[in-house]
């Protein structure tokens, strides 16, 4: 599975738009990118998946570039509740694949007031 | 329930006891997997389940750790003899469908049980 990095801690403000970029150079064909967002004391939650161009839903919007080579997660007009690790995956649908996802440290994003 | 469950949600064990990890998944959901998250550090896979069937334990780290799904909803982590280096939080996640770590199939985690080991 393809090894992604990121930041390891971003600050930003309410009400501000964060971008958090992530880097997967050697993302494979059948790869998919996902992020998964992650409070204290609870487990992951997934955010959004993707896997070209721009990804949108009620919470963030992903954009792939043409390469595949990044991502980047967009949180629209942060709020406090936002703070958080955030984790970029990326996996692929091969039947020999038993779907386990691969975290590297993730962002952590402080939002302050 | 409405989402994963995990019990207990804390377990402070002496080094050398056996632990019980239980996790009950949403109902319905084929796939069920285990991680482990060490502080500071993104979870680690350990094993995974479709239904009873355990089809990757690739990820247990000794053989003092057993997983197990007998009827294909609840399962249980036990992990022997436990050491310090055990200490984490167990995190269970399902999912709907067959398992990929692509497109669909989301997974759902639960909110951990903290294992601490003195």
């Known amino acids: 599975l393809a090894k992604t990095t990121q930041p390891i801690s971003m600050d930003s403000y309410e009400g501000q738009e964060v971008n958090i970029t992530c880097s997967h150079n050697?993302?494979?064909?059948?790869?998919?990118i996902t992020w998964y967002q992650q409070f204290p004391s609870q487990g992951p939650r997934f955010i959004i998946q993707g896997y070209k161009t721009k990804v949108t839903n009620e919470v963030a919007s992903l954009f792939i570039p043409a390469d595949r080579k990044s991502s980047t997660l967009s949180l629209p007009r942060v709020s406090l509740s936002d703070t958080a690790v955030y984790y970029c995956l990326v996996g692929d649908k091969h039947p020999s694949n038993t779907g386990k996802l691969i975290f590297g440290q993730g962002t952590t994003l402080q939002v302050k007031p | 329930g409405a989402g994963v469950s995990q019990s207990p949600r804390y377990k402070v064990a002496k080094r050398g006891q056996d632990v019980a990890l239980r996790c009950d998944p949403i109902?319905?959901?084929?796939?069920l997997f285990w991680y482990q998250q060490a502080l500071g550090q993104g979870p680690e896979f350990l094993t995974y389940?479709?239904?009873?069937?355990?089809?990757?334990k690739s990820g247990l780290p000794s053989d003092r750790f057993f997983a197990e799904r007998p009827e294909g909803s609840v399962s249980t982590l036990k992990i022997q003899r436990t050491q310090q280096e055990d200490s984490a939080v167990y995190l269970c996640a399902s999912s709907l469908g067959l398992a990929t770590s692509g497109g669909g199939n989301e997974q759902f985690f639960g909110p951990g049980t903290r294992l601490t080991v003195l």
């Open positions: 389940f479709q239904n009873e069937a355990q089809l990757d």
């Open positions: 109902s319905g959901h084929v796939s």
């Open positions: 050697n993302i494979a064909t059948n790869d998919y």
